[in-house]
């Protein structure tokens, strides 16, 4: 009996059944648009199974999204709410597609500094901020959304420069020179017989197990979540309350502006102008949301909306449209939501049975 | 003490026969019993986490009993939710106020039952049950008036006025004093009189063993969860009470060595503030405090003590004025420099300023050492040194239950809250200690041994700054009374005054209130 009550303590366990119940609406939207769920769930899993260069790709979808996870779970930890990862994840990738363009540096030292680029214009993206927040007063997720248009738009007026745009036709910019790329070398791609295997994914789960040391394990872990907490008990305590808030939102854009370099260096090599917000940012708040803002679980989310973006591109080839994996996708996130009232009940039913 | 008992003892209106409550394996009552008549009120004893919350829980429908059986008027109930409860007639006014800051008096009264128009709320009925109630009891308020506005006395009367609007016979409060101001206080008991005179009955949770005796009937013990004795309040005295509580006799009398205070510590030298509406409330205060003393800063609440406690530990910044610290100034400074330069405090507000309550008590023990050997090397936390300074301090200061080093802090009672806090702050060792209202809410036991230490930091030479609205506390523990009014100490009183019986609680109260010593 006490097992059954430690399972239904956990998270987890909710996180799973919020997981079954999005596909479940998902495949009563799919039967009602007259796609069979059957069909469609089944090209979906083999689509992320069936071979092991899909489950590659999976990885490779997933990365960008771990950081972006890894980035809105940092700042709810420390008691902010990043929802300009999006923004910060598209000057992140400008900043890495410029010093990929114009840069001359041999191979792993050029991405390494393209990361670094990307890092800091996302670090500062989200500074700036935090600098409203801190020294006028002005709510975080009001600023954040202004910035991402700002960023978006800032990213689309650049890929039309003519500093970085390609030659010729075409709305977007020059491919990042080969030296800044992170694809694994030309032998293991064979291998693997996938073009974009890349380096992004040890780097995603690197940078997440140091999140969580750095969460769990030091001192800096411990001001900037005094300072989520109780700002008053943290000021107190002699914490200097503005810094922190600064450092936490000053990290929490740099994880999304590697996100945004990862993307790039990894994938695209190149900006396209965008028609619309490409949602990286915000797909790493459902990331982080599905992992309870736990860095590690990040890894886990990550991957798997990585699946669904990847899976669910191929749908198309059995007829059901891709928007099925947002639908749900957003149910995941509503159950997940809801969670505790399913705790609450079934708690009660497991105590209704033992009091019988 | 000259009130007058409603209490009707041939109606028997709550009866809880032998009430279980475990938590896992933690047995938070064991086999509690309580029998309440009409009119009656009936007091629940007993020390911070002794089970009092736990049982009145599970009277109001929060908590479903182990085992046990409840009857209300005779009949036995099996309440499922706080609804089942309050449609018996049960209504509980918690300790922490559960009420919406910007909405009015009114719209927080009828949350949940708003008389309808046809689609609209029909706020005027609304008020005039609200009126008449507050008429029938003698508690007036403004209904229109928003929660936010009002003070906490106030809002205690919305609280009660809320439990009697969903019709209540049964009103549970659940420690109503433990933010009140002493003249607040004196109009709860007039209210509660009102109550009982109209034949409801009032269950009184506390551990103010005054309170008791001032307005309750009955009195029923619980210590550790067990059901101690039920008592008539009448045949006992407050020693009893408390070492019936408390299970060994209790000593009120502060023990306290005659000593003679060394050089001065704190200087404080006419300093000047406004409050957040910028209203002058400090008005060239000047205070020492020296080594080897007690100061008790005694006033009413909102002539400047806080604000002048938030100056000296760096919350608030003043316009004019010195304060300094062995000769070494810190006018104006962060909390940080307050505090290296030797200020430790124990504050007023232990949730807001005191507390991280979602971090572990181990975690509230190094608030203001986490970045400092042992408890971190090179940035990172030293897991172990951290845990085993908990234990010792959780051992040392009788922090309960033991074993919750890793626990959010926010899962303690409120006196081991209060304890956390100090045993932080009194391991601090600084030059000056300033202690606002350390013993608010906590048990006797607990005030025993939290006066205990305060009188220890003062033996070891050190200064304490008692600031408190307690003045039987400010009394028994002052060498030196300072009467602080309208922003400026307006009278002092020597120990040797206190102990000689030359002044008391009446020549204080008058100084309090801006009169002049003659």
Redesign the interface.
Known sequence: MKKIKNILETNVLYTLIAIVIGFVIGALFLAVAGISPGAAYAKLIDGVFGRPKYLVWTMVYGSPLIFTGLSVAFSLRTGVFNIGAEGQFVVGSLAACAVGILVQAPPVIHALLCILAAALAGFLWSYLVGLMKVKRGIHEVLSYIMFNWIAFYLSNYMVNTELLHKEGDGEATKNVLDSARILFPEGILKVLDCSGANWGFLLAIITAVAMWIIIEKTTLGYRLKAVGFNKEAAKFGGINADKSILTALGISGALAGVGGAVQLLGMGARISQFAGQEGYGFQGITVALIAGSNPIGCIFSGIFYGAMKYGGSKLTMVGAPEEVIDIIMGCVIIFIAISQVFKALFKKTVKGKESK | MGRVSHADESTVVVEMRNIVKKFGDFTANDHIQLTVHKGEVHAILGENGAGKSTMMNVLCGLYKPTAGEIFINGKQVNFNSPKDSIDMGIGMVHQHFMLIQPFTVTDNIILGMEPVKGLVVDKETAKARILELSAKYNMSIDPDAKIEDISVGMQQRVEILKVLYRGADVLILDEPTASLTPQEIEGLLEIIENLTADGKSVILITHKLKEITASSDKCTIIRQGKYIDTVSVKDVNESDLAAMMVGRDVNFKVEKKPQEPGEAVLEVEGIRARDYRGVEILKGLDLTVRKGEIVGLAGVDGNGQTELVEIL?G?RKAESGKVSILGKDVFNR???ET??AGISSI?ADRQ????????SNE?NMI??H??EAPF?RK???N?KEIREHATALMEKFDIRPRGTEGNPAGTLSGGNQQKVIIAREITNDKELLIAVNPTRGLDVGAIEFVHKYLVEQRNNNRAVLLVSFELDEIMSLSDRIEVISGGIITGSVTGEEIANHETDEKELGFLMAGGKRT
């Open positions: 530990t919350l962060t909390p940080k505090f290296d504050p807001k300023h005191g507390l991280i309550l979602e971090f975690d608030l203001q986490y970045n971190a940035g990172i936390l897991r």
